[in-house]
């Protein structure tokens, strides 16, 4: 009898650990899951957008709107209104305070290593980098430099001469745990904008 009610517990056990196990993996798809499925509805209302030219909500309850299509080592991202939560838990996010991608000064896209921004980690000085706004016109910045900083130290002026962009996310970009450092990609507009 303690024999059996042993393979008993022992059988509980593993099944206990296996759903366990699965609540932890769904968990860690979570996110990255959410930002996919996000970015197909952003599209949409980006194209929205550009076709109506207002801004269009992803979703009814949406607190932000696309502001621009940016475009960086081989993928493509629209990018959200504000750098809180909320914009980044869906995509990239134009931080408040900053210009627009092309007008005078620094501008600042931000987003999560482990959603969309992992990608900065294979950018290098020369690559490309495209934006396309809300009105139409894409521009073209080329990679000046990459640096890491701590995010309240980062340097980064809003109102620098020239017309820049950085794109910014948390390192190291293979950490499992948020810290003070942040990667920041820093470019410059290489040509002038056209219409998409």
Do not use: N, Y
Not at 117 to 128: C, I, M, Q
Not at 145 to 157: E, H, L, P, Y
């Amino acid at each position: 009898m303690s024999r059996r009610l042993g393979t008993e517990l022992g059988r509980a056990l593993a099944a206990l650990l296996t759903l366990m196990g699965l609540g932890l993996a769904t968990q860690a798809a979570w996110i990255p899951a959410k930002a996919a499925v996000a970015q197909v509805l952003l599209e949409h209302a980006f194209a929205r957008t550009l076709a109506e030219g207002r801004p269009a909500r992803p979703w009814p309850w949406a607190d932000t709107e696309p502001v621009a299509r940016l475009a960086v080592a081989g993928r493509s991202f629209v990018v959200l209104r504000g750098g809180s939560g909320q914009p980044l838990a869906f995509g990239p996010g134009h931080l408040d305070g900053t210009p627009e991608a092309g007008a005078p000064g620094t501008a600042v896209i931000a987003a999560h290593r482990d959603t969309q921004f992992g990608v900065l980690g294979r950018l290098g000085s020369g690559d490309p980098v495209t934006v396309t706004g809300r009105d139409g016109r894409t521009l073209r910045f080329r990679v000046t430099g990459t640096r890491v900083a701590r995010w309240d130290a980062s340097g980064i002026d809003p109102q620098a001469p020239g017309r820049h962009l950085d794109l910014v996310t948390c390192w190291p970009l293979e950490a499992l745990q948020a810290g003070p450092l942040r990667l920041i990609v820093e470019t410059e507009l290489a040509s002038e904008a056209w219409r998409s």
